[in-house]
């Protein structure tokens, strides 16, 4: 079926370096899709989103990109600090939205000092 | 924080038993995704709510079933629990007609079935 996929299941950056999670998507249907951080103990805290009608959105410190010929999505982190460690996922939402959310395996993000 | 609760925390369950899963939405938001996370993997969509009624659904079986509340609070029940339930259950409010807007996730419910 239809899946959401990471390339890399770990990332290991230097803190202040910038960062860079990707992820790939196959569903061509999908109409949105978002960025989600998971600490350890806790659910997912939205990051950023983008509508399938734009090819990048910022927020502070966080860029979306997102490659819609390849099917491709990226999360940029400027900056990063020890409070970015966390697994990143990347989800995708058909049209309509009743069929919920996609999410990919995640990516954990490791920061060293 | 996203303002969604869930009860309880933790739950221990022996296989065969039934269980029932607790989530308050944030104020304001009328729909309801629950989501099951096994242990490293994303969030698998089980079914959403809309207005009280079951607006979509992911691939769970029957005895995954749901209810929602006026106050649009929600209960996720598992019937005749299998080991392969043991997982952490998510719940999702978002503000939007049928769910069309981004999901606020609470912090959710760690299930062990024994």
């Known amino acids: 079926g239809e899946s959401v996929g990471l390339h890399l299941p770990t990332l290991s950056v230097q803190e202040g370096d910038n960062s860079i999670i990707n992820c790939a998507y196959s569903n061509s249907a999908s109409d949105y899709f978002i960025w989600y951080k998971q600490e350890s103990g806790k659910g997912p805290q939205f990051i950023i989103d983008i509508r399938s009608n734009m090819d990048k959105r910022q927020g502070q410190r966080v860029t979306v990109l997102l490659n819609k010929t390849v099917k491709h999505l990226s999360l940029q982190i400027a900056a990063t600090q020890p409070g970015d460690s966390a697994v990143y996922f990347c989800?995708?939402?058909?049209?309509?939205?009743?069929?919920?959310?996609?999410f990919g395996k995640g990516t954990h993000l490791i920061i060293q000092p | 924080e996203t303002g969604v609760t869930q009860s309880p925390t933790h739950l221990i369950k022996t296989r065969g038993q039934q269980v029932t899963l607790r989530c308050s939405s944030q104020?304001?938001?009328?729909?309801v995704s629950w989501y099951q996370q096994a242990l490293g993997q994303g969030p698998q969509f089980i079914f959403q709510y809309y207005r009280e009624e079951e607006n979509g659904r992911g691939n769970f079986p029957p005895r995954f079933s749901g209810l929602q509340f006026p106050n649009y609070s929600s209960e996720l029940n598992v019937n005749a629990l299998e080991l392969d339930d043991s997982a952490l259950y998510l719940c999702a409010s978002s503000p939007g007609v049928r769910g069309a807007n981004e999901q606020f996730f609470g912090p959710g419910t760690r299930l062990t079935v024994l």
């Open positions: 104020s304001g938001h009328n729909t």
């Open positions: 989800a995708e939402r058909g049209e309509g939205g009743a069929d919920g959310l996609t």
